[in-house]
């Protein structure tokens, strides 16, 4: 029997478009963006620890984990990926970790606390000067590895497959293009 595909309900698209905890976000510093991240993490408290290579970055409420090829990156991507870890960080204290942990085990509110995360990512290599045309194939991209039921590891390949294109548009309106 063929398994129904999960559709992402109104509230899902919302809270994944709702720019609110990226707005807690110290603004980008051009001159040092993955230092002032990174320091802003260490502000709030938030402990940065290794994880094991070959993993994912993870974050729990107190700790941001990044694994050792995080530290190799360009400034742009250390940058843009510390504030999405960050953006996971506040969800965290937004929901509760009850609230978080149940979201994260259901692919439609993983994909909206994903696509939320990275439209801080977005919206960081837009600050840093990259071009629209960049953008749009950024969040294609994304959009295509991260958001699309090819995406085995989130159980992402649940979701019907109007998911990505959601995600696209999100992403890309986060950083105002609208489509
Ligand atoms: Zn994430």
């Given at each position: 029997m063929a398994r129904r595909k999960l559709t992402l309900r109104a509230s899902q698209l919302e809270y994944a478009a709702d720019g609110a905890n990226a707005d807690l976000l110290d603004p980008v510093d051009p001159d040092d963006p993955a230092g002032a991240v990174i320091r802003q993490i260490e502000h709030l408290g938030v402990r940065i620890l290794p994880t094991l290579k070959g993993r994912p970055a993870t974050t729990f409420r107190a700790a941001v984990f990044f694994p050792p090829h995080f530290w190799t990156q360009s400034d742009q991507v250390r940058a843009a990926w510390a504030r999405h870890e960050l953006v996971h960080n506040f969800q965290w204290r937004q929901l509760g970790r009850v609230v978080f942990l149940l979201r994260y085990s259901d692919p439609r509110w993983r994909w909206a606390l994903e696509v939320q995360a990275e439209c801080a990512a977005m919206q960081t290599y837009r600050d840093l000067g990259e071009s629209e045309a960049d953008l749009v194939r950024r969040a294609t991209k994304r959009a295509h590895d991260?958001?699309?039921?090819?995406?085995r590891s989130y159980r992402?390949?649940?979701?019907?497959?109007g998911a990505e294109k959601h995600a696209r548009e999100i992403l890309l309106c986060s950083v105002g293009i609208k489509r």
């Open positions: 991260e958001f699309s039921n090819r995406n992402f390949h649940r979701l019907e497959n």
